[in-house]
């Protein structure tokens, strides 16, 4: 079984703000972490402007770091109020 990187277990869907590191210009320079792609080793991310991405796991742990929890929560508000909504909606008990 592959060691699964510390950096991973602590992504969390539509939570996490990942911030870019290096001076790669292909690559978003905030992101929301959606969500992992069984099977392959690739991440969903979706862009400030609402574009979802995908890339291999090794470029999301080489080129980003997790945003702070203040900070994580500054960024959704601002560029992924709609993800905040999903994020809720199965936690909902439904209505009798």
Same mark, same amino acid.
């Given at each position: 079984?592959?060691?699964?990187?510390?950096?991973?277990?602590?992504?969390?869907?539509?939570?996490?703000?990942?911030?870019?590191? !290096?001076? !790669?210009?292909?690559?978003?320079?905030?992101?929301?972490?959606?969500?992992?792609?069984?099977?392959?080793?690739?991440?969903?991310?979706?862009?400030?402007?609402?574009?979802?991405?995908?890339?291999?796991?090794?470029?999301?742990?080489?080129?980003?770091?997790? =945003?702070?929890?203040?900070? =994580?929560?500054?960024?959704? =508000?601002?560029?992924?109020?709609?993800?905040?909504?999903?994020?809720?909606?199965?936690?909902?008990?439904?209505?009798?």
């Amino acid at each position: 079984m592959p060691i699964r990187s510390q950096f991973f277990e602590r992504l969390h869907p539509r939570r996490s703000v990942l911030q870019r590191t !290096r001076r !790669r210009e292909e690559l978003p320079e905030i992101a929301l972490y959606v969500d992992w792609v069984p099977g392959t080793g690739q991440r969903k991310l979706l862009d400030a402007e609402g574009k979802e991405h995908v890339f291999d796991d090794g470029t999301v742990e080489s080129n980003y770091k997790l =945003a702070s929890g203040g900070t =994580a929560k500054k960024l959704i =508000a601002k560029h992924w109020a709609k993800e905040e909504a999903k994020k809720e909606a199965p936690f909902k008990k439904a209505e009798s």
